[in-house]
Structure formats: C-alpha cells, structure tokens
C-alpha cells in the first residue's frame, strides 16, 4: 500500500507560478511512476503528467512548456512545477502512483485557484 500526500495548493494570480508536492510512503518510491491528475468543477480527471522511474516524463500536450512534473527519490516525493497560470488551471490536482502507470494509489487532492 502506497499513501500519498499532497501540498503547495493554494490562490493564485493569473500568471503566478506555484509548485505541487506529492510526498510518498509505504514502498519503495523509486519504483513507481508517479503522475498528476486534475479535476475540474463539472469536468472529468484528466491526467495532467506524469514521470517514470528513470525519470522519463510524459506532458498533457496543451500542458507542455507551463508544467513540470520532477521528482526526488531521496524524499520519496514528486513535483509539479506550474507556471504562468492561467483560470482554466483551476482544479482540484491529484498525486497518483503505480506500476507500470500511475493509477494504483491516489492521493486525497488539492484545490489550485487561480483568479483573474
């Protein structure tokens, strides 16, 4: 069993940068791919990235070039580097783990506002 937590959600301006963390524990996290999900109010979970275990990382294509997603195996935690937000970022972003794809274990979520 894997346990997820999210942080580093929060209300930001349009065009502010703001970095998710999603600290793992329960196995060994360098063998999980790790990803990021979110959800939008009246909308389906769309996976926004995700990295694999030796790093490779895969983007939401309308996504590349604002977010980032890294991770640090020594911390057991994974990043999601957003920048430039925009409203339609708004959404409720959730870690995720597995393997081979990152959708055996979620994490509770995290709000991420951003108002014009």
């Known amino acids: 069993q894997v346990q997820l937590v999210e942080s580093g959600g929060g209300l930001v301006q349009v065009g502010d940068s703001l970095r998710l963390a999603c600290l793992a524990s329960?196995?060994?996290?360098?063998?999980?791919?790790m990803g990021w999900y979110r959800q939008a109010p009246g909308k389906e979970r769309e996976s926004v990235a995700a990295?694999?275990?030796?790093?490779?990382?895969y983007y939401q294509e309308a996504l590349k070039g604002r977010f980032t997603i890294s991770r640090d195996n020594a911390k057991n935690t994974a990043y999601l580097q957003m920048n430039n937000l925009k409203p339609e970022d708004t959404a409720v972003y959730f870690c995720?783990?597995?393997?081979?794809?990152?959708?055996?274990?979620w994490g509770q979520g995290i709000q991420v506002t951003v108002s014009t």
């Open positions: 990295i694999t275990p030796d790093t490779f990382a």
């Open positions: 329960g196995r060994t996290f360098s063998e999980l791919t």
């Open positions: 995720a783990a597995g393997s081979p794809y990152p959708t055996d274990y």
